[in-house]
């Protein structure tokens, strides 16, 4: 059923592919989307240096300082590495947090993205929620990208014509290797990969594959490791060698780079790579395994659905422990429970989907603290997650399994929640205007107060037992040491560690004179503890790869519970350690933040005030991206193709939209423009779609039924339109939509000379004239999607009036109501049942009429076979997974799901009965029937990426609506196959 | 009246399904009585046997420590370690000071220690064939000479405590096994029997658990 | 001509009030997550919230009956009988109660005779 003014189905499809939609972030053919809301309207400003154009908006004037000299040194830096220079000035986007960031118009920005670069307009976004010595990082690692982006492509757009491109390794291989700079937590997946045989290989492809599951994908961190290796192997030069091969590579078909450059075969390459990396790690065959210390607690893909745990927190009696980890088979971050005394899982606390947040917020970088807190009483386990525009501090009981609280956080990223010791307050680290600093939050006033207030890094606070101090870590310079302060004077720091190396993520013992951390003074990371009274400093493993959140048992102050890094995933772990003592440390006092060594950038510039300049929008206008072709088809067959091209400005706030498709010959246009700067967005159009359906001619004249197929009466609509819609967004899931303008229309049959002789001309239903049209929508869409089978849970409605204005006797007049209505019911592993309402009405003097059936609204009825002005139609589908993937003859295919489905509508033309007919008899005869219908099964598979249906259905009549429960089936299962998305 | 069975039939299905439990019926597992509480111990050292007699070829003290010391590891959540000293004599069993000297410092130890026999003889007596040869050798003699080998093990095991010096446990274990065939290895013989010395001292060391039934109350 | 029978209807409703009818019932708390925890055998997670159930309702029969089961399972026996015997004032006629402190009883009567053999012996051995 197409919408009457709304944008059809393909537009969409075609829309969502080639930028981010008008206020829907996540858009799901055939789907309304998400709200992506606009909360800020950022007074953007402009400021050019020597190689870049810088868009911000901050207050603050070190801010520009800091963002000119961190791109300008990042520039030269990269510049000498690959011995090229960029041509025109990169547009850097620099975002004051990470919530702004997530508010882009340009880039798609989820959970755990740092920064972006993009190949078209070689345009870079960052945020500044972290450290100067990470943003340089950050920006010397986009800016490399840029670089690749110039050399292989040359200027800006050129990537628009490029229809093969490198492995993604080259890229983030040579971005990661550019910063100079190996984390520790990167240097251990390198080592556990390594030591446990599990290193990625070249493909023949020149792709690098791992056969097993690794926190983020091994072209970072490994793709590093090559171009170590490269440089290794053929010196500094064989890099910049490398990347001139490139620059000579087909815009389509196969690149072989290595081949290319060094004349070596992958598996010639992935023998003397792995030789590599055994070598420089060879040291540490002889240190711990995690998996001697005890059995993993808790997830273990894929002996049970979950893998990963990203923090965790132990229950008061030391039984439980309570997980953050990824749930594989949906797709979905998990709160559990893990019992100690065999390591099962034994609960799942946030089983399902919610709406109640958006996504449990979660770290890779242990540095910033654990993601979750248990309280003292054991009742409450708290965690941040996002809702709308910033975090909440969430609370679960433990004992319901239940949200029962939520505090809004004012301040961006919070984590690292930490209870008092009575439980009565929560410490956490969080971003304000800038700074990064620890917090109290009282729980029973909900007050909340910055503690620390100053330039410096602070995190993961731990309070000590007796609730009389507070140790956390603060970046000195380019790493984490530990810090003590009194929690009645937090001005006063006493500095705990000291040398080379970090120290993290610190926990207090019982006695509240040990501290617990963890620290990469030997490379890989072990459990330390240090006395405060004393100085005393422990070391408690020597794993060969890392191990993080050291926390005592509470019942057991010998054995420790704490996560190590074992095959590709953390995992918990709870063993006895023996500590040795290693050194014997002089604690320091702060005297004040401004002698603590901080880093700065390499090039120094002063900010010229007056060459700052406020950004006008629309001054120039750039292609968004590649068009995209768009397949669609339909149960009759006919086949729906489209493309569209989009501009806009460096801000992507500004779009500009042409979209052309066809099907049957029939040729479509649509253009528009949006303004997505603010909340409330607005998008003017024209366009001319000509859509085509079936008209049921036997329904007026039954004489034809066995003249014609229903295909002779195709009848075709065009409709031209200048109209304006307007988007408001109350929230992530629900939003208003009005619409405004002039419609034009025209309608026949296809083939009128000979259908005017069959008919008589007595349809008179086809709409030729104008329309000027006022409409309000109110949608809504709370439905959870798995990547592979669509909706899983969840619900999405759309609900809309129109009202056709009588300007003048010739415009139509009518009022439409229109309802779509979904509804799912979620039963875990991938089975759901999907229901769908679909309704419409249409009073007045010129009612509409509507075409649906066919597809998946009524698989018994012809494709648009059934019109109305009044109707509606219901589905139920019960989905469920057979095959998550499986290998043949033509390649991978999967995920094939079965369905059981059943559908039923009733429609009503103006004038007509609301009835179905159904023909016999050589004289025609005719039974009539208030609902049509149908039943079956049927399977969905993917091929080349689009969803395909094969199902069996069955027809059913309802002769008498009042009596639903007497239904007659008509003739045998029929075959349909139809490709498109389920609803 | 089909009606309201179906109501019927619903509200039993109904209060059936939310029946409130006042009590749910758990298996415990209950640990018992023992003298000796092992859960007090860091460790368990197992000190040479006096061996008063033992066949040719078989050493009862490497045998009695081969076999100990993996089954109390299976029990035990402490370390169990050997300890290579011999004992010199009967005397040892009497002296706590030798005990806190061996024990040098450890008083979270706990020694197992003893004197041990170990015996084997042959039998010779005329006895009835047995009712299944009857069968299968209808014709041989119905009474013959028949042999056994006896073996028979026996142990005076002592537990001692290594920070007093002072026995904790003292027990004797006696016990014959015999066997039809006359070429019965001694080694083989000693396994069994000292698997039966073994169960009975676990049973009385680690004490026997129960597994009863116990109504936790839900209100 | 097929017809939909209504017995399918009704079967599906039975079976969804089956599933559904038990979340009229009380919401979860302390003692009843310690008896979840007792069942996934975890005691110290158990006694800690049967402790909770106490502390705030010092006259819970369940929680002093659930406490004794937990103190006989960890062999607390001294803490076992307090709370077996302040249970039992609380309820002298909860039958499930009774059952519970009568095999504590006869446990411990085995365990006295076993200690009473074990302490005779021993002076046998002495003299011997």
């Known amino acids: 059923m197409k919408n009457k003014w709304g944008i059809p189905a393909v537009v969409l499809s075609c829309l969502a592919l080639i930028s981010p939609s008008p206020a829907q972030e996540f858009f799901y053919y055939p789907y309304y989307g998400k709200n992506k809301i606009m909360y800020e309207d950022f007074q953007w400003k402009s400021y050019a240096t020597d190689h870049f154009h810088v868009y911000f908006y901050a207050e603050r004037p070190e801010v520009l300082k800091n963002v000119a000299e961190v791109a300008e040194s990042a520039y030269h830096k990269i510049s000498d590495i690959l011995k090229h220079q960029l041509t025109d000035p990169v547009p850097i986007i620099y975002y004051t947090t990470y919530t702004d960031f997530e508010q882009s118009n340009l880039f798609n920005i989820s959970e755990g993205v740092l920064g972006v670069s993009e190949p078209l307009l070689h345009r870079i976004g960052v945020h500044g929620d972290m450290p100067l010595d990470e943003l340089q990082s950050l920006v010397e690692h986009e800016l490399t990208h840029i670089f690749q982006f110039d050399i292989l492509w040359g200027r800006p757009g050129a990537s628009l014509y490029a229809l093969s491109t490198p492995p993604l390794w080259l890229f983030e291989g040579l971005s990661e290797y550019t910063t100079g700079r190996w984390t520790s937590w990167s240097q251990m997946l390198i080592r556990d990969a390594v030591l446990n045989d599990r290193i990625p290989e070249i493909t023949d492809s020149g792709d690098l594959y791992s056969r097993y599951p690794m926190p983020r994908d091994p072209a970072y961190d490994f793709g590093h490791a090559i171009y170590d290796f490269i440089e290794e192997k053929y010196g500094h030069n064989g890099i910049k060698e490398l990347w001139q091969s490139l620059k000579n590579s087909p815009l389509i078909g196969r690149i072989a780079p290595l081949k290319k450059a060094f004349n070596i075969k992958p598996h010639e390459f992935n023998y003397e790579f792995k030789k590599f990396l055994r070598e420089k790690n060879r040291k540490f065959l002889i240190r711990e395994n995690p998996e001697d210390y005890s059995i993993a607690l808790g997830p273990k893909f894929p002996q049970n659905p979950y893998y990963f745990t990203f923090s965790h927190a132990v229950s008061p009696s030391g039984d439980l422990i309570a997980a953050l980890t990824y749930n594989v088979a949906e797709y979905d971050i998990d709160l559990v429970l893990i019992s100690t005394k065999d390591g099962s899982i034994v609960k799942n606390i946030t089983r399902g989907f919610t709406t109640d947040y958006d996504y449990i917020k979660y770290e890779y970088d242990p540095s910033q603290g654990a993601s979750l807190a248990w309280s003292p009483d054991g009742d409450t386990i708290v965690f941040f997650a996002r809702h709308e525009r910033r975090y909440s501090l969430y609370f679960v009981d433990v004992l319901r399994g239940k949200l029962v609280r939520k505090i809004n956080i004012p301040y961006d990223r919070p984590a690292a929640p930490c209870f008092s010791p009575g439980g009565k307050a929560i410490y956490f680290t969080a971003f304000a205007k800038g700074w990064h600093d620890i917090f109290r939050l009282d729980l029973e006033t909900e007050g909340i107060d910055n503690l620390t207030q100053d330039s410096l890094f602070e995190k993961a606070p731990a309070v000590s037992p007796d609730g009389r101090y507070l140790a956390y870590s603060i970046r000195v310079d380019a790493a984490d040491k530990l810090f003590l302060s009194p929690l009645d004077n937090m001005k006063q720091k006493t500095q705990l560690t000291f040398g080379q190396g970090n120290t993290i993520c610190p926990a207090f013992a019982a006695s509240s004179k040990d501290i617990f951390f963890s620290g990469d003074a030997r490379e890989a990371i072990n459990i330390y503890s240090i006395n405060v009274e004393t100085g005393e400093l422990k070391r408690f493993t020597d794993v060969w790869t890392g191990n993080f959140y050291p926390v005592p048992h509470p019942r057991d102050p010998n054995r420790i519970v704490f996560s190590a890094f074992n095959k590709g995933s953390y995992q918990i772990f709870l063993a006895e350690l023996k500590g040795l003592v290693e050194d014997r440390m002089a604690f320091a006092e702060l005297p004040k933040e401004e002698s603590l060594p901080g880093f700065r950038p390499s090039v120094s510039l002063d900010i010229n005030q007056d060459k700052i300049e406020p950004y006008k929008g629309m001054q120039s206008l750039y292609v968004s991206g590649r068009p995209p072709v768009d397949v669609l088809v339909s149960s009759d067959g006919s086949v729906f193709g489209g493309t569209a091209i989009s501009f806009g400005d460096i801000l992507g706030d500004h779009n500009f939209y042409a979209m052309f498709f066809q099907s049957r010959g029939l040729r479509s246009y649509y253009f528009a423009y949006i303004n997505q700067k603010k909340r409330l967005q607005f998008m003017p159009s024209l366009f001319e779609y000509t859509l085509y359906y079936y008209l049921p001619y036997s329904y007026f004249d039954s004489s034809l039924y066995y003249s014609l197929s229903y295909q002779d009466a195709i009848a075709y609509r065009k409709i031209s339109s200048a109209n304006i819609t307007a988007f408001y967004p109350l929230n992530r899931y629900y939003r208003l939509e009005g619409n405004f303008g002039f419609y034009r229309y025209e309608e026949n049959f296809a083939n009128p000379y000979s259908m005017g002789m069959y008919t008589g001309n007595r349809y008179g239903y086809f709409w030729n004239g104008n329309a000027l049209s006022l409409s309000l929508a109110i949608t809504g869409e709370t439905t959870h999607f798995n990547p592979y089978f669509g909706p899983l849970a969840g619900h999405t409605f759309r609900i809309s009036l129109t009202q056709g204005l009588p300007v003048s006797e010739s415009f139509f007049r009518n009022t439409t109501v229109q309802a779509d209505m979904r509804k799912y019911f979620y039963f875990g592993a991938a089975s759901l049942l999907a229901l769908r309402f679909e309704g419409w009405a249409s009073r007045g003097r010129d009612p509409y009429v509507f075409y649906h059936g066919g597809n998946n609204q009524v698989r018994s009825s012809y494709y648009y076979n059934i019109v109305s002005t009044e109707g509606w139609f219901f589905n139920a589908e019960l989905r469920f997974p057979l095959v998550n993937a499986a290998s043949t003859i033509l390649g991978q295919i999967g995920p094939v799901r079965g369905a059981l489905f059943f559908d039923i509508t009733r429609a009503k033309l103006d004038g007509y009965p609301a009835k179905f007919y159904e023909y016999y008899g050589p004289g025609v005869s005719r039974r009539s029937f208030d609902a049509l219908g149908s039943y079956g099964y049927g399977i969905q598979f993917f091929l080349f990426g689009l969803p395909l249906h094969i199902e069996f259905a069955k027809r059913l009549n309802w002769p008498d609506i009042s009596r639903p429960l007497d239904v007659q089936g008509y003739g045998g299962f029929e075959t349909k196959f139809w490709i498109g998305f389920d609803f | 009246m089909r009606k309201n069975s179906l109501a019927v039939a619903s509200l039993l299905l109904f209060l059936a399904a939310c029946r409130s439990d006042v009590y749910r019926k758990l298996k415990v597992e209950l640990p018992a009585y023992s003298p000796v509480k092992l859960g007090d111990f860091l460790e368990v050292v197992i000190t040479p046997f006096l061996v008063a007699e033992q066949p040719q070829g078989i050493d009862v003290n490497k045998e009695i420590a081969d076999y100990l010391k993996p089954e109390l590891e299976k029990k035990f959540k402490g370390r169990v370690t050997l300890n290579q000293v011999p004992l010199e004599s009967e005397e040892a069993f009497k002296k706590p000071e030798y005990w806190r000297a061996l024990a040098a410092g450890s008083s979270k130890s706990l020694f197992l220690t003893g004197r041990a026999t170990f015996t084997q003889e042959t039998r010779k007596a005329i006895l009835a064939r047995p009712a299944r040869s009857l069968e299968e050798e209808p014709l041989s003699p119905q009474r013959g000479l028949d042999e056994r080998r006896i073996f028979t093990l026996d142990v005076s095991l002592y537990l001692i405590k290594a920070e007093t010096g002072e026995p904790l446990l003292q027990r004797d274990f006696k016990e014959t096994k015999s066997y039809t065939n006359p070429k019965q290895r001694a080694d083989f013989a000693f396994y069994d029997l000292i698997q039966r010395v073994k169960a009975k001292l676990f049973r009385l060391v680690l004490g026997q658990e129960l597994v009863q039934n116990r109504y936790l109350l839900t209100r | ?128």
């Open chain 3, 1 to 128: 001509m097929n017809r939909i029978l209504p017995k399918g209807i009704t079967a599906a409703f039975l079976v969804s009030l089956l599933l559904t009818a038990c979340s009229f019932l009380p919401k979860p708390d302390q003692v009843s997550f310690g008896i979840w925890a007792a069942e996934q055998d975890l005691w110290d997670e158990a006694i800690f919230r049967w402790k909770r159930a106490v502390a705030l309702d010092p006259n819970s029969v369940a929680a002093h009956n659930n406490l004794a089961v937990a103190y006989e399972k960890k062999g607390l026996w001294e803490e076992a009988r307090r709370e077996y015997e302040i249970a039992l004032k609380l309820a002298p006629e909860n039958r499930w109660l009774k059952a519970n402190y009568q095999s504590f009883k006869e446990n411990l009567e085995a365990s006295d005779k076993a200690k009473e053999k074990e302490k005779k012996e021993a002076e046998k051995d002495e003299k011997k």
